[in-house]
């Protein structure tokens, strides 16, 4: 523990607990949380189903914790995929001994084909095989961007693979949910959703969660919506009507009024720019309907010319 | 007597790769085994190419860029392509020079991931950490955590960087600590890039801004410093490290310019477009048996003999069809196996090269490639290899990182970068780029104002391809085929000539 003081566990938590919008009183605990993983007590394991790798490429864009910290202490990454120095046989060997020493966080990113099982394997063995021991013995399930939360886009219409989300292959396998899986979606998901979850479960237990959703309210309380800097638009009903336009984005497509999580507060990539603020439209990307339904477009130009499966208040949601 | 060596998962490379050799001792004993043959699997399918059917033609880039998140940019281009030729426009200056720099910083992300995160530890050696005296902070902080774990004796000690292969890496524990040191500096990097992509594209991975006919960003001066500032520091970063660190590895592995041939047929789509006459920065071309000839897109054919899906006959991707059927008896892997007037054919940076190289009408990319393998002392055909590939790559950030720089300075600022459009009932299109990785194509069919059709043959496709009808191996398969195994049991120089292709494994299937 010689690498990292208290007060830079401070500064990270700090970061962290703002990225939370739960104050800096928070900070210690996650401080905490933290150190906790840092000192290998937390060991995570890292899975990949129906994915892109896109919430991997995004969790390496994690700044405070950067990703030299996550990836030699931070997460005590025992397997992932993409960045595993090991291969082949002993890669598996790797994850079989994970698995049975227990007492480890799983990551899984990307959806699960319950349909179809040779449309993932690993060494050779449908993933279906290997994951519900993996979800039995791990303390904490932590699903990793849309398509493992909900499904995605690999659960989308037409699909012939019976993609699924983490949670419904969990409860197909009589493994229950509650307070063990914490859906963290997004297409992909945000870095501070990964990391700030794996560091309130070290250090709190289950963090509070939406009770049919599973998210963690610290992340995906509040619509995009609710907290758009181009609200004011909204309200006075300005709308963008071409693309680059100001203005309120909801008539070219905007589903933020749909898509629970905290973007307008963090924004992406280090904070240099984010959806909104580019004025491109929110795909809803946080949110269970992403991308499901054929007939539900993400932009609106095309309405005029086909029946559509939606009305405006199915875009609005809640919002008035 | 022959015995098979498999690497399944192949890791550090994007998505499921199984590889299934068959190997034969070398006379001589403990001198290792020779692959004979070679087969590559992939083992994800997800059904894009259906989930796609019936639904707005607009949805399509930002589904698309789904598909892979290391490279989604390259697949939010060729789809924006496909509807522009569809709906009849282009991009405006700004449009397409925003597009451009999405792409090139997308580009410079991947590059430099992939030769510090997935292919570098299969050359150097991180144990030398222990023996680092050096003050570097992020140095001291590995070395301090490696020696804990081990002290330990956690069963999982240094993970994820061990276990590992035991071979021949890097012997000088200096140059180990210091590519080490690099790979930590590329982590910072590579996330820059990503910052750069994300200020015009408004997030990485899977950029929104990204439209028909440009990018919903309006470019400012401000987001115009925002870039430059990143690309510079990036650009540094190129010049003085990666390049030098390539070169040391070449210089340790000389053997590498032997190892990993490949079929030989090179394909390039061209890539970064600088006009409204479709003018590429890096041109379209092909070269078979050693001959170059211009492309002709109707010469791409799919053919599934050995892939998991419903048989029938080589398709043109303007027709082709997704069809699964995974227990089908032959099938050994989820890809298809894209042809080029039936033959096989290589697509990546080195592609790029070559098809540029031998051009008879001399590009700029003739006299870059001649000064550099001239420094090396290097007989031209010493690229087609293991290290050619990661040279190509090499020298792609740099002419891009260039490139990037110019087209900040033509942007016209505060003016949009989007263009008016209408969308149309029936249509078709198909956009042909280059992803990091190699040629990517989409095919798209409009009807009543919704997607009858949409192909995608991905870079990957073409270089993991499994055998076809005719029985032919597909890139890798031929790089494999003939390699030497010094320990069948820790078989790196697999992972090593594998990875050279870069491989992404989501695209490929898709």
Redesign the interface.
């Given at each position: 523990?010689?690498?990292?003081s208290r007060r830079e566990f401070l500064r990270m938590g700090t970061v962290l607990a703002a990225g939370f919008g739960l104050g800096r009183a928070a900070a210690p605990a996650l401080a905490d949380g933290l150190q906790r993983i840092f000192s290998?007590q937390k060991?995570v394991l890292w899975l990949?189903g129906?994915?892109?790798?896109?919430?991997?490429?995004?969790l390496?864009?994690s700044?405070d914790p950067?990703?030299?910290e996550l990836?030699?202490?931070f997460m005590?990454?025992?397997?992932?995929?993409?960045?595993?120095?090991?291969?082949?046989?002993?890669?598996?060997d790797?994850i079989q001994?994970?698995i049975q020493?227990g007492g480890y966080f799983l990551v899984v990113e990307g959806?699960i084909?319950t349909k179809?099982a040779?449309?993932?394997?690993?060494?050779?063995r449908p993933l279906t095989t290997i994951l519900p021991d993996a979800l039995r013995r791990a303390d904490l399930v932590i699903a990793a961007g849309s398509c493992a939360a909900f499904g995605?886009?690999?659960a989308?219409?037409?699909?012939?693979?019976g993609?699924a989300g983490v949670g419904e292959f969990m409860q197909s396998c009589g493994i229950e949910p509650r307070q063990r899986l914490v859906n963290c979606p997004g297409?992909?998901v945000h870095p501070q959703s990964i990391v700030g979850t794996l560091a309130y479960a070290a250090s709190k237990g289950y963090p509070d969660v939406n009770s049919e959703l599973f998210t963690p309210d610290m992340f995906y309380k509040n619509s995009v919506h609710d907290d758009c800097p181009r609200f004011h638009y909204w309200q006075k009903q300005e709308f963008a009507e071409?693309?680059?336009d100001e203005g309120c984005l909801f008539k070219l497509g905007c589903l933020g009024p749909l898509s629970h999580t905290n973007c307008p507060q963090r924004q992406?990539?280090?904070g240099?720019?984010?959806?909104i603020?580019?004025?491109?439209?929110?795909?809803g990307?946080t949110s269970p309907g992403f991308?499901r339904q054929?007939a539900f477009?993400?932009?609106r130009?095309?309405e005029k010319?086909?029946a559509v499966a939606y009305n405006e208040q199915d875009r609005k949601g809640g919002a008035s | 007597m022959s015995s098979s060596v498999t690497v399944s998962p192949l890791t550090r490379i994007e998505g499921h790769l199984a590889v299934h050799t068959e190997t034969e001792p070398l006379a001589e004993e403990n001198a290792g085994h020779r692959v004979t043959i070679a087969r590559c699997a992939g083992e994800m399918f997800r059904g894009f190419e259906r989930i796609l059917q019936g639904r707005d033609p607009m949805d399509a880039q930002q589904i698309t860029q789904r598909i892979c998140g290391v490279c989604p940019v390259s697949h939010g281009i060729a789809s924006v392509r496909a509807q522009e030729m569809a709906y009849g426009i282009r991009p405006n200056h700004n449009g397409r020079l925003l597009q451009n720099l999405i792409f090139a910083a997308n580009y410079l992300q991947s590059h430099i991931l992939h030769f510090y995160h997935l292919a570098a530890l299969d050359f150097v050696d991180v144990t030398a950490i222990l023996k680092y005296t050096g003050a570097d902070r992020a140095l001291r902080a590995v070395k301090a955590w490696v020696e804990s774990a081990l002290s330990r004796e956690d069963a999982f000690a240094a993970a994820p960087f061990l276990p590992r292969y035991e071979a021949d890496y890097v012997k000088s524990d200096d140059r180990n600590v210091a590519l080490l040191g690099h790979y930590v500096e590329a982590l910072d990097m590579r996330r820059i890039c990503h910052e750069m992509g994300a200020v015009f594209g408004a997030r990485l991975p899977h950029s929104t801004a990204l439209i028909p006919g440009g990018v919903t960003q309006v470019p400012t001066l401000e987001r115009v410093l925002t870039y430059r500032a990143r690309l510079k520091r990036v650009a540094e970063f190129v010049e003085s490290v990666y390049i030098p660190d390539l070169l040391e590895v070449a210089q340790e592995f000389p053997s590498y310019f032997d190892i990993g041939h490949g079929c030989g047929n090179y394909l390039c789509y061209g890539v970064f477009e600088l006009n409204d006459s479709g003018e590429k920065l890096i041109p379209p071309g092909v070269v078979i048996d050693g001959k170059w000839e211009a492309l002709e897109p109707r010469n791409i054919s799919e053919d599934v003999a050995c892939s998991r899906y419903a048989s029938g006959t080589p398709r043109h991707p303007s027709e082709g069809i997704t069809e699964p059927e995974p227990e089908r008896s032959g099938a050994y892997s989820w890809l298809k196996a894209p042809r080029y007037r039936g033959r096989v054919m290589e697509v990546g940076p080195l592609a790029r090269v070559v098809a540029n190289y031998m051009n008879p009408k001399e590009t700029w990319i003739k006299r870059e490639v001649d000064a550099v393998i001239g420094s090396l002392k290097l007989p031209v055909n010493k690229l087609f290899s293991v290290l050619g590939r990661h040279v190509a790559r090499g020298l792609e950030c740099r002419w891009i990182a260039a490139q990037a720089s110019r087209w900040l300075d033509a942007i016209e600022l505060d003016a949009p970068a989007t263009c008016d459009f209408d969308l149309c009932e029936r249509g078709e299109g198909y956009g042909l780029t280059e992803a990091p990785r190699g040629a990517l194509g989409h095919w798209l069919t409009i009807e009543d104002y919704r997607i009858a059709r949409y192909q995608c043959v991905v870079p990957t496709t073409w270089n993991c391809s499994p055998r076809d009808g005719q029985g032919q191996p597909g890139p890798v398969e031929t790089a494999l085929e003939g390699a030497l195994l010094q320990n069948p049991e820790q078989p790196i120089e697999i992972g090593r000539i594998v990875r050279s292709f870069d491989p992404c494994l989501a695209c490929a299937v898709h």
């Open positions: 523990m010689a690498n990292y290998g060991r990949q129906q994915s892109c790798s896109g919430c991997s490429v995004s390496l864009n700044e950067g990703p030299l990836l030699t202490e005590s990454l025992v397997y992932h995929p993409t960045i595993s120095a090991t291969q082949g046989s002993q890669a598996i790797t001994k994970a020493t959806s084909p179809m040779a449309a993932c394997e690993l060494g050779g995605g886009i690999p989308g219409e037409g699909n012939e693979t993609a297409c992909p071409h693309f680059g992406w990539n280090g240099v720019n984010w959806c603020r580019a004025g491109a439209p929110c795909l990307c991308a054929q477009s993400f932009y130009k095309g010319h086909h | -």
